[in-house]
């Protein structure tokens, strides 16, 4: 089945600084990629996907970008903001009537 | 993006009663739903599939008869925690996909047994 490696778990930022968390997947079948936003006792947002016959997308300061061939994703958040600390989670989709499968999320700390 | 709406966001209850968590897609319709725990600083655990119509598909190690989960709308999911025990104390969360195959998160659940 598929696995999803996701790195670094956690990452302190400077304030307008940019972050960048990458994750890896297994299922080469896999064809969506989501990344979610958990902050504390909320359930996790949507902040932006990817498919993949696409290998970047942008949405302001947040873009993911994806290596089919290598089978990475990786989330960049430029300009960060004190409200962009949270924990996010990467994702991957194998296919419809599949199960998402998560990876063990990253820990942001924006920096005054 | 869709909304999924999950109620109640805290409860306490007491060890051996029940408690349902309710978990309603707004504005699409979700012939499938899924449902979270998550233990503290650790990622989502799926407990179960919630199907439409027909009964759940639950995964490895947990127990359908602790968890019950009903799925008698396009709009709504419920899952039981029967007679509850301080064990079952965790952050419980539902999922529901658009007509897109987008995932979107309920709040959550936190729900304390004492």
């Known amino acids: 089945g598929e696995n999803v490696e996701q790195h670094p778990s956690t990452l302190s930022v400077q304030e307008g600084d940019s972050a960048v968390i990458k994750c890896t997947y297994s299922d080469s079948a896999s064809n969506y990629f989501p990344w979610y936003k958990q902050e504390l006792g909320k359930g996790p947002q949507l902040i932006i996907d990817i498919r993949s016959n696409v290998g970047e997308k942008k949405d302001q300061r947040i873009a993911v970008t994806l290596n089919k061939t290598a089978k990475h994703f990786s989330l960049h958040i430029t300009e960060t903001q004190p409200e962009d600390s949270a924990v996010y989670f990467c994702?991957?989709?194998?296919?419809?009537?599949?199960?998402?499968?998560f990876g063990k999320g990253t820990r942001l700390h924006i920096l005054p | 993006g869709a909304v999924v709406s999950q109620h109640p966001s805290r409860v306490i209850c007491k060890s051996g009663t029940s408690v349902k968590i309710e978990c309603r897609s707004l504005?699409?319709?979700?012939?499938?739903m899924f449902w979270y725990r998550q233990f503290p600083k650790q990622s989502l655990m799926l407990m179960a599939t919630?199907?439409?119509?027909?009964?759940?598909?639950?995964e490895q190690g947990v127990e359908k008869d602790k968890f019950l989960i009903n799925h008698a709308s396009l709009t709504l999911s419920t899952l039981t925690v029967t007679s509850a025990h301080p064990e079952d104390s965790s952050f419980y969360i539902c999922?529901?996909?658009?007509?897109?195959?987008?995932?979107?998160f309920g709040q959550g659940t936190r729900l304390t047994v004492v």
């Open positions: 919630s199907n439409e119509g027909s009964k759940a598909t639950y």
């Open positions: 994702a991957a989709f194998p296919g419809p009537g599949d199960k998402i499968i």
């Open positions: 504005d699409f319709q979700a012939t499938t």
């Open positions: 999922s529901a996909r658009d007509p897109s195959e987008k995932a979107f």
